[in-house]
């Protein structure tokens, strides 16, 4: 110091130490500023993707402050300011400034400046889709087969719905490129039993299917009596006209009448057919009826020989049982008489 003194003097000195209270240490101007600084945090928090999404995003904050930011902590949830232990446990992103997510959620920042200052600010994603769409199907009877709809939600919004024959597991299959585009209607028209599938894709691409079972119509010719007489099944029969009929039943009535009795356990809404005069057999006038649970819910007109065949369609209501009788109109009962039940079909 004496040599400082003696080769600069005493005014040399004084600015030397004036250096030191101002930049010293625990004194600098910066010390100073942020003693003067009550205000808080300026913070503004955006997501890096606005729309929805499959991936992740990412929470950027945005903080501004004249003593400067000191820290920048993120935790998931609504925590307030004096829940001391939780910010314990928060991400420190003070370099980063961002946070990246995975799931959807609100979260809370915490920026905290150089004076002591805090702004707490949250932030909520709820952009990020990762889930399947959901999809419900649904089948009523119309007229020309049976109709599925179908229900299809999703966060992001459903951009197609695709159907197609069969049962489909997977829903990034190949298949679906030639399948048929219902985004729109969402319903369609099918006539023939079996698996069908629909596809739904949501606005980021998730897929999913659903499948459904559909029983456009059960031939009666298929199923086996529960109680009752057998019916004798013909795959060709000719009526009295000469008109053939193909996977046919016969009923022979005897001692004036025929009962068979089948067990449907309420699948089925309808049953429709034709009721003609076996060739052959020289039948009598006959009536055909139709019972759903022991309720008689059909009566034909008189079934004639020399006359075309009687159409039926009867609505039986889900019935679980259903039974067809025959009623042979003749004089001489000791006869047998065979009758043609053909075209028949159950429908759901």
């Known amino acids: 110091m004496r040599q400082i003194f003696k080769r600069f003097g005493a005014g040399m000195l004084a600015v030397i130490l004036l250096f030191g ?9 910066t010390v100073e500023a942020a003693k003067k600084d009550k205000t808080k945090p300026n913070v503004v928090l955006y997501l890096n993707k606005t729309g929805y999404t499959r991936g992740n995003v990412y929470i950027q904050v945005q903080a501004k402050d004249k003593s400067g930011i000191k820290s920048i902590l993120i935790k998931k949830g609504k925590i307030t300011k004096s829940a001391a232990r939780y910010w314990k446990k928060a991400d420190n992103i003070t370099r980063s400034k961002k946070k990246k997510v995975t799931s959807n959620a609100a979260y809370s920042v915490k920026v905290t400046d ?3 200052n805090v702004t707490i600010k949250r932030i909520s994603v709820t952009n990020i889709d990762k889930k399947k769409p959901t999809v419900k199907l649904s089948q009523s009877v119309v007229s020309g087969g049976v109709q599925i709809s179908v229900s299809a939600s999703d966060a992001s919004g459903i951009k197609s719905v695709k159907w197609i024959k069969g049962a489909i597991s997977d829903a990034s299959s190949a298949k679906f490129n030639q399948a048929s585009n219902i985004t729109k209607t969402r319903k369609f028209i099918v006539t023939q039993n079996g698996y069908y599938t629909v596809q739904a894709v949501d ?3 998730n897929k999913s299917v659903a499948q459904i079972y559909v029983v456009a119509k059960q031939a009666l010719y298929d199923l086996e009596e ?3 007489y057998k019916l004798d099944r ?3 029969v000719k009526d009295n006209l000469g008109r053939s009929y193909t996977n046919a039943l016969v009923l022979e009535t005897s001692w004036g009448e025929h009962e068979s009795t089948y067990f449907l356990d309420g699948k089925y809404q309808y049953i429709e057919g034709d009721i003609a005069c076996c060739h052959g057999s020289d039948p009598t006038d006959a009536l055909l009826q139709i019972y759903a649970d022991d309720i ?3 009566t034909s007109e008189t079934i004639i020989a020399t006359q075309e065949h009687k159409h039926f369609k009867v609505d039986i209501g889900n019935a679980r049982f259903i039974k067809i ?3 042979d109109a003749g004089e001489d009962l000791w006869d047998s008489s065979e009758y043609i039940l053909a075209n028949c079909y159950l429908y759901n």
């Open 21 to 29: 209270v101002v930049f010293g240490p625990g004194s600098s101007t």
């Open 114 to 116: 150089k004076a002591g």
């Open 203 to 205: 606005r980021v691409g």
């Open 226 to 228: 529960y109680h009752g």
């Open 234 to 236: 013909r795959t060709t």
């Open 296 to 298: 008689l819910l059909y």
């Open 325 to 327: 009788k025959i009623t």
